[in-house]
C-alpha cells in the first residue's frame, strides 16, 4: 500500500509559479512510477507529467512543455512539480499518482488545487 499526499497549491497570478510536492509513504515507493494529473471543473481528468523510478526519463504534456518539471528525491519519498509561466488554463485539481509501470495508476493522492487567476 502506497499514500500519496499533494501540497503547494493555491492562488497565483497568470505568469506566477508554485511547486506542487507528492509525499510518498508505505511501500518502497522509489520503486515506482510517478504521475501528476491534473482535472478541471467540468473537463476530464489528464495527465500533466510523468517520471521513471530512478527519476532519469521524464514525460509531459504538450501543454505544459517548458513550461513545468517534473522531478523525485528518492531519499525523501517525495515527488515534485515545479510549475512556471502558470496560465488560467492551468486552473485545475492536481492529483499525483503511483504505478508499477507507466501505465498503472494504482494509487492516488487526494489532490491540491491550483488556481491561476489575476
Known amino acids: 500500500q502506497v499514500q500519496l499526499v499533494e501540497s503547494g497549491g493555491g492562488l497565483v497570478q497568470p505568469g506566477g509559479s508554485l511547486r506542487l510536492s507528492c509525499a510518498a509513504s508505505?511501500?518502497?515507493?522509489?520503486?515506482?512510477?510517478i504521475h501528476w494529473f491534473r482535472q478541471a471543473p467540468g473537463k476530464e481528468r489528464e495527465i500533466v507529467a510523468a517520471?521513471?523510478?530512478?527519476?532519469?526519463?521524464?514525460s509531459y504534456a504538450d501543454s505544459v512543455k517548458g513550461r513545468f518539471t517534473i522531478s523525485r528525491d528518492n531519499a525523501k519519498n517525495t515527488i515534485y512539480l515545479q510549475m512556471n509561466s502558470l496560465k488560467p488554463e492551468d486552473t485545475a485539481v492536481y492529483y499525483c499518482?503511483?504505478?508499477?509501470?507507466?501505465?498503472?495508476?494504482?494509487?492516488w493522492g487526494q489532490g491540491t488545487q491550483v488556481t491561476v487567476s489575476s
Open positions: 508505505g511501500r518502497d515507493v522509489s520503486v515506482y512510477y
Open positions: 517520471v521513471n523510478s530512478r527519476g532519469d526519463v521524464t
Open positions: 499518482s503511483a504505478g508499477p509501470t507507466f501505465a498503472a495508476r494504482d494509487y
